[in-house]
């Protein structure tokens, strides 16, 4: 009983003693190690030792520079930048020998990825690669301050010098550079010398949005496939460069649990990662176990957490040969905080984190050969899955949209997978693609069950439980025509392989200065952002909501742009210049139009609206989800580079809101909007506004009578007496729809469907939220069909609820609308298919009639 008891004893101990004491680094080091003197401490440098202040990024990056320039163990380099034009660190530690010998080692880790190669490699002599992430979380702070003593220790330890022949270690330590310093800011502004640890205390209780996100609040967790970001895009191009065996991810959970490393639970694996990998994972955690053991500390595994997302930093790796390794750490969020199991310090979270390192680094170099024989045996084996494939390979493209093709083809390419341009017309099972229009991915090559993971499409799962999304199918994100294809019609297809990169293709303007106006159509992704800058330029723009043609050859649809100078006083040749400015970096074309008797509708018809220029605020702070709110933010500020006001919800009652013409409500509780701000919004939006809203937002507003929004209320009727209450957490977790793709059915002439060649559209859901339909047939332009699951889990209760019910519903208020979306048409950046529903609200929603949404 004694020895069961003495690892809770310690663990408390550690609590306890280092609440309030100035912390050591004997506190955190391993005993048995020694020292190189000439390697600079961490608190040499920076003035404190780790635990005692949050360090903030620019200090990390101190530190790192001050080691490599004193060990010959680190090679220190900047990888990229992030929004806020923050360097991105890379530090490689290695032998000395190693270090001298890098591109070697990786070009015979790409040969890893080759079975022909593979084969004659010696394996016995491969040093083994770890990539280390600290914090991608930037309020998960444990882990950016653990990676300088990880770094110190790689880099000083004497006794480590014969293990590091055989290992080089990448590290990123603080993957999330401006989360990291919004955090660190917040913590040290609000520290008190002496701590009583009250959860309570403003320390402990950051200001929205939190430093958990990236500069437009992005989780950077989920963005390891879509690569939106700059630190992903830097990330995966050196995770792809190196191919580590190990790929580490240092996180933080709620105060009150203790420590987490995989494995996560086996029956949410995804399908597609090898039975090895997890007993290859399950061998590594005994070293974890054995590390915290000596040091008392509490731990977990096989619970909570899973591996099926590979858009995750874990998961990510195990389709391609690596293990990844989730490490959750209870938070102090603070320097102190009360727990249930006492008071947890700061310096005690570091301590784990650093100590999950060395437990890392000792299996790396334990199991060193075994690690690099299952990348080779990886890719062996999908070499033999692709070769009894029936598919050979996937084609996608869209005729009409540049943009979307472009986005997705160049997302693909991040991951080291080659892709092909097709040279010329294809029909394929009856659609067609067109020629420099669309791209084919082969599945006879390394990366073959990425690519499956990236294509496929699945509603069958052994387990009904996510951590995250059950399905992110790329080509159905991006609305796109896509299918799997076999050997013979790959082998007809005239195709050219994209190895140089790839560049946005450049739009141009076909006719001549001084034409009687000019037209484009609103079918490409980027015709919003061209007509953003036109109306910033001053020219007049009109949208046709009806179709008409300038000759045979010419014909025009609805959502077709006009522009002419107005009144902008500008001369036609600049006129004409600004015009092809703007198409080439928008990839739009432009046609010139010679005359006003066009066929269908003429140019003064009345069914051509004049468009107001955006004036736009986006709603932020108090209850407002900061990842939709920054999801908007990004879009429109990075894709349309279009200036918008993030306005607080706090100064709603102060704004003058006739600033504005359109206003977003982000999903959300807008608790804190009472009184007179209720009656001043509707006014607002009586007197001829948008507000464009989504999910909870609704609810909102309809309670507040600004707009009608009605939704289904009933719940699941269970007759069973008696349930297993050891059940009950999973039978509840079940229903949670937590990210999934369904089939809607678009009006195609409604104003919020321009731009789309068909009425079949995917999107994609992550609540239960049921909107119904308004009584108003017009007012119902997104409906969900009869038939709506494409791809992902989702509860079969859930599944009927959602039957032809509304996505998106429009409701007039006075001369204004409200546009309420049931779905986010922005998720994580990716969702590029539902984009344009959204910029058709902004650019649009004035032009939608009344009377057909009342």
């Known amino acids: 009983m004694l020895k069961r008891l003495l690892p809770l004893f310690l663990f408390l101990v550690a609590f306890q003693g280092f609440a309030q004491e100035k912390v050591s680094l004997d506190y955190y080091m391993k005993p048995g190690y020694t020292y190189n003197q000439d390697i600079p401490t961490p608190e040499s440098v920076l003035g404190f030792n780790i635990g005692e202040w949050h360090v903030s990024y620019d200090q990390v990056h101190m530190y790192m520079k001050a080691l490599a320039d004193a060990s010959d163990r680190v090679k220190f380099e900047v990888i990229g930048r992030t929004y806020e034009q923050r360097p991105l660190m890379m530090l490689t530690f290695s032998h000395p020998d190693n270090l001298g010998r890098l591109n070697a080692i990786k070009f015979q880790r790409a040969q890893l990825r080759d079975p022909s190669e593979s084969r004659n490699l010696d394996i016995e002599e491969m040093p083994a690669v770890v990539y280390m992430g600290y914090s991608v979380h930037g309020n998960e702070a444990s882990g950016v301050n653990a990676s300088l003593l990880a770094a110190y220790h790689f880099a000083a330890a004497n006794e480590i010098d014969e293990d590091l022949k055989n290992i080089v270690i990448i590290m990123e330590p603080g993957i999330n550079p401006d989360g990291i310093n919004r955090f660190a800011s917040w913590v040290n502004s609000n520290r008190s010398i002496h701590m009583n640890g009250d959860p309570n205390n403003r320390e402990l209780n950051e200001a929205w949005p939190r430093g958990r996100t990236n500069h437009y609040w992005f989780d950077l967790n989920r963005d390891w496939l879509p690569v939106q970001h700059p630190e992903s895009r830097s990330r995966i191009a050196k995770v792809q460069e190196w191919k580590p065996n190990l790929v580490l991810d240092f996180h933080e959970m709620g105060t009150n649990s203790t420590f987490f490393f995989q494995p996560g639970i086996p029956s949410r694996n995804h399908p597609l990662t090898p039975s090895k990998n997890f007993e290859l994972t399950e061998k590594i955690a005994q070293y974890h176990a054995k590390h915290l053991d000596e040091i008392g500390s509490l731990y977990f595994t096989q619970e909570n957490y899973d591996d099926f997302y590979y858009g995750k930093g874990s998961t990510y790796p195990d ?39 060395l437990s890392s680094f000792e299996a790396a170099v334990a199991m060193k050969t075994e690690l690099n024989n299952y990348m080779r045996d990886f890719y062996i084996d999908a070499k033999s899955d692709a070769d009894a494939d029936t598919n050979k390979a996937y084609i996608f493209g869209l005729a009409k949209d540049n943009g979307r093709t472009f986005h997705l083809a160049d997302m693909i390419l991040q991951h080291k997978v080659k892709l092909y341009s097709l040279k010329e017309d294809m029909t394929v099972n009856g659609v067609d693609f067109k020629a420099n229009k669309a791209y084919i991915v082969p599945l006879n090559q390394p990366q073959y069950r990425l690519i499956k993971g990236m294509f496929e499409t699945r509603t069958e799962f052994q387990d009904s439980l996510f951590y995250d999304v059950s399905a992110w199918t790329l080509p159905m994100a991006f609305d796109m025509e896509f299918m799997a294809v076999n050997s013979r019609i790959l082998n007809l297809a005239n195709v050219e392989e994209v190895n140089t990169g790839l560049s946005m293709p450049q739009g141009k303007v076909e006719g001549a200065a001084g034409a009687y106006g000019y037209a484009f159509e609103w079918n490409e992704y980027y015709a919003p952002k061209a007509a953003y800058q036109l109306m910033d330029k001053g020219y007049n723009l009109r949208v046709a909501h009806k179709p008409f043609e300038v000759s045979a050859e010419l014909k025009f649809g609805r959502g077709t742009i006009l522009v002419d100078k107005g009144r902008s006083g500008a001369s036609d040749q600049a006129f004409f210049e600004d015009l092809q400015a703007t198409a080439q970096n928008t990839g739009i074309i432009i046609h010139s139009v010679n005359t006003g008797y066009t ?133 509840r977790g079940s229903k949670v729809t937590g990210g999934a793709i369904f089939n809607v059915n678009l009006d195609l002439t409604h104003p919020l469907g321009y731009g789309y060649e068909e009425e079949e559209l995917y999107t994609f859901r992550n609540s239960n939220q049921f909107l119904l339909p308004s009584e108003n047939p017009y007012a119902n332009p997104l409906i969900y069909t009869d038939a709506p699951l494409a791809s992902g889990y989702v509860y079969p209760y859930n599944l009927e609820q959602m039957k032809n019910t509304a996505m998106i519903r429009v409701s007039a208020v006075g001369r204004g609308k409200v546009i309420g979306f049931v779905d986010n048409p922005n998720f994580r950046a990716f969702w590029f298919g539902t984009n344009k529903l959204f910029y058709n609200s902004i650019f649009f929603g004035q032009t939608i009639s009344s009377s057909s949404a009342r």
Do not use: C
Not at 333 to 351: C, D, K, V, Y
Not at 617 to 643: F, N
Not at 680 to 701: P, Y
């Open 319 to 357: 389709v391609q040969g690596q293990i990844g390794i989730l490490f959750e750490q209870a938070s102090s969020r603070g320097h102190l905080q009360e727990s249930i199991n006492g008071p947890l310090s700061f310096a005690f979270t570091i301590r784990n984190q650093f100590t999950a390192s």
């Open 599 to 731: 066929g269908g509708i003429n140019m003064g018809s009345p069914s051509i609206d004049v468009l107001e220029k955006p004036e736009v605020a986006l709603l932020v702070d108090g209850g407002v989800s900061s990842y939709e709110a920054g999801e908007i933010w990004h879009l429109l500020d990075q894709r349309l580079e279009m200036p918008i006001t993030l306005l607080p919800t706090g100064l709603v009652s102060r704004a003058d809101l006739n600033r504005y013409n359109t206003l977003i409500m982000p999903n959300g509780s807008y608790g804190n909007l009472s009184g007179s701000v209720t009656e001043d919004l509707r006014n607002w939006v009586s007197k001829g506004g948008t507000i464009i809203a989504r999910g909870r937002a609704l609810n909102w507003l309809s309670d507040h009578k600004i707009g009608e929004f009605t939704f289904k209320t009933a719940t699941e009727k269970d007759s069973t007496l008696q349930k297993s209450y050891a059940n009950f957490s999973n039978d």
